[in-house]
């Protein structure tokens, strides 16, 4: 049986469509810091494999302004989470990362690819949360090596869609902006539409986001789930952009 943790997310309810028969906890039903929590959970016989999608996530106001506890938190389940998988011998774990990881311009180059994940550090705008998922990559690679465990992990596109956090201070950019549409629709205020799809077009070809049930979408994604010992990470791409 597969566990995903971050059940109540925006990924975690998409993967809900195409997996409706596997483990979903919340935040509420599994606390991911609480190391006993996690080790009971984890050791349920029926679990062999864990998809972790959990992570403490916002916008860039709000990894500017809490930088060191979202470095903290997310460090904190994602070691926990690795370490008691391994201890309860799960056959694969495959964690999701983000487009965050990656270097700042600077030190790498267009388009992206995995190999460039550890070449420079990420913007300085949310290094705390990006350093924290980089290490994932790192923790999982080494557990491999030591362990010979099938930690892998995915780095998506960024990603929007239902269950998505469309909070204007706290919300990643495309959520905030649906809000603003949404909000200048209800209260008639054509100006703020204006504003909110001229901003909309501006981002079109520089930022490339992706509907979360397109991208697990059996037909429009592949998850490359390779297990040989030297790969650091799988894709998760998709043909839609």
Same mark, same amino acid.
């Given at each position: +049986? %597969? !566990?995903?943790?971050?059940?109540?997310?925006?990924?975690?309810?998409?993967?809900?469509?195409?997996?409706?028969? *596997?483990?979903?906890?919340?935040?509420?039903?599994?606390?991911?810091?609480?190391?006993? &929590?996690? =080790?009971? @959970?984890?050791?349920?016989?029926?679990?062999?494999?864990? %998809?972790?999608?959990?992570?403490?996530?916002?916008?860039?106001?709000?990894?500017?302004?809490?930088? #060191? &506890?979202?470095?903290? @938190?997310?460090?904190?389940?994602?070691?926990? !989470?690795?370490?008691?998988?391994?201890?309860?011998?799960?056959?694969?774990?495959? =964690?999701?990362? #983000?487009?965050?990881?990656?270097? &700042?311009?600077?030190?790498?180059?267009?388009?992206?690819?995995?190999?460039?994940?550890? +070449?420079?550090?990420?913007?300085?705008?949310?290094?705390?949360?990006?350093?924290?998922?980089?290490?994932?990559?790192? +923790?999982?690679?080494?557990?491999?090596?030591? @362990?010979?465990?099938?930690?892998?992990?995915?780095?998506?596109?960024?990603?929007?869609?239902?269950?998505? $956090?469309?909070?204007?201070?706290?919300?990643? !950019?495309?959520?905030?902006?649906?809000?603003?549409?949404?909000?200048?629709?209800?209260?008639?205020?054509?100006?703020? +539409?204006?504003?909110?799809?001229?901003?909309? $077009?501006?981002?079109?070809?520089?930022?490339?986001?992706? @509907? /979360?049930?397109?991208?697990?979408?059996?037909?429009?994604?592949?998850?490359?789930?390779?297990? *040989?010992?030297?790969?650091? =990470?799988?894709?998760?791409? /998709?043909?839609?952009?």
């Amino acid at each position: +049986m %597969i !566990v995903l943790t971050g059940g109540g997310g925006l990924l975690g309810n998409a993967f809900k469509k195409i997996l409706p028969n *596997e483990l979903y906890p919340t935040s509420k039903q599994l606390n991911l810091r609480n190391q006993i &929590d996690v =080790s009971n @959970y984890l050791s349920d016989s029926k679990i062999d494999t864990v %998809i972790h999608l959990a992570a403490k996530v916002g916008g860039v106001k709000a990894n500017t302004d809490f930088v #060191s &506890d979202f470095y903290t @938190y997310n460090s904190e389940i994602n070691q926990k !989470v690795l370490d008691y998988a391994r201890i309860a011998k799960a056959k694969k774990v495959v =964690s999701l990362l #983000s487009t965050c990881v990656y270097p &700042d311009a600077p030190y790498v180059t267009f388009p992206l690819t995995e190999d460039q994940l550890h +070449m420079g550090p990420p913007h300085s705008s949310n290094f705390g949360y990006a350093y924290a998922k980089r290490m994932i990559d790192v +923790m999982s690679r080494a557990n491999r090596l030591q @362990y010979g465990c099938n930690f892998i992990t995915a780095i998506p596109n960024n990603l929007y869609g239902e269950s998505d $956090n469309f909070d204007l201070e706290n919300g990643h !950019v495309i959520p905030a902006i649906i809000r603003k549409i949404w909000e200048s629709k209800i209260f008639n205020k054509p100006e703020n +539409m204006e504003l909110a799809v001229n901003l909309l $077009n501006r981002l079109s070809g520089k930022k490339h986001s992706l @509907y /979360s049930s397109i991208c697990l979408s059996k037909n429009g994604s592949t998850i490359w789930m390779h297990t *040989e010992q030297d790969r650091k =990470s799988t894709r998760l791409n /998709s043909s839609h952009t």
